[in-house]
T-cell receptor
């Protein structure tokens, strides 16, 4: 596709349910990032995939959060047993490398009720 | 923890004026980037400056980098109402695994 695509755009879920957020990066981009942004705040780093290297998971806030990237392309961020504090906009970005700008998707707004 | 911290947190100017915002970071970096975000959704890449560069221009944007002070500035000249947005700096550092980390942003309001 022409850009980074994220789905769904919005997700409302009940506390305790699991959710999956999807990111389709730009074809050929080796780097893929997940961030979380609360209203009016900066971007909180979650996880970073670079090529075939082991992902940098240092930003995942708890073991309820996990992510995978299949075939070096599509990525899925999974949040198990969602809590109200998980409510935020989840942003995905991809790039050709660290010396290139990253392209962002429009994000998934997650609301846990 | 965030690598970059922007200053000021918010800025209000009149159309036609210049807007300047600063970014400070903690560890040696490979590159520093600036992004714009409208309406709280996807960010748009504006400019990238490498650690061995001191100044870069793109249209009405001017970015400087001072590695001795671990700081960068973004200048928007002749601002327009459409420049109203949040601006974020982002850095990647070898010591941090080369991942791209963002600061808290500067909210800019350009009044017509």
């Amino acid at each position: 596709g022409a850009g980074v695509s994220q789905s769904p755009s919005n997700k409302v879920t009940e506390k305790g349910k699991d959710v999956e957020l999807r990111c389709d990066p730009i074809s050929g981009h080796t780097a893929l990032y997940w961030y979380r942004q609360s209203l009016g705040q900066g971007l909180e780093f979650l996880i970073y995939f670079q090529g075939n290297s082991a992902p940098d998971k240092s930003g995942l806030p708890s073991d309820r959060f996990s992510a995978e990237r299949t075939g070096g392309s599509v990525s899925t961020l999974t949040i198990q047993r969602t809590q109200q504090e998980d409510s935020a906009v989840y942003l995905c970005a991809s790039s050709l490398g660290i010396d290139r700008g990253a392209f962002f998707g429009q994000g998934t707004r997650l609301t846990v009720v | 923890s965030q690598q970059g911290e922007e200053d000021p947190q918010a800025l209000s100017i009149q159309e036609g004026e210049n807007a300047t915002m600063n970014c400070s970071y903690k560890t040696s970096i490979n590159n520093l980037q600036w992004y714009r975000q409208n309406s709280g959704r996807g960010l748009v890449h504006l400019i990238l400056i490498r650690s061995n560069e001191r100044e870069k221009h793109s249209g009405r944007l001017r970015v400087t980098l001072d590695t001795s002070k671990k700081s960068s500035s973004l200048l928007i000249t002749a601002s327009r109402a459409a420049d109203t947005a949040s601006y974020f700096c982002a850095t990647d550092a070898w010591a941090a695994g080369n991942k791209l980390t963002f600061g808290g942003g500067t909210r800019v309001l350009v009044k017509p």
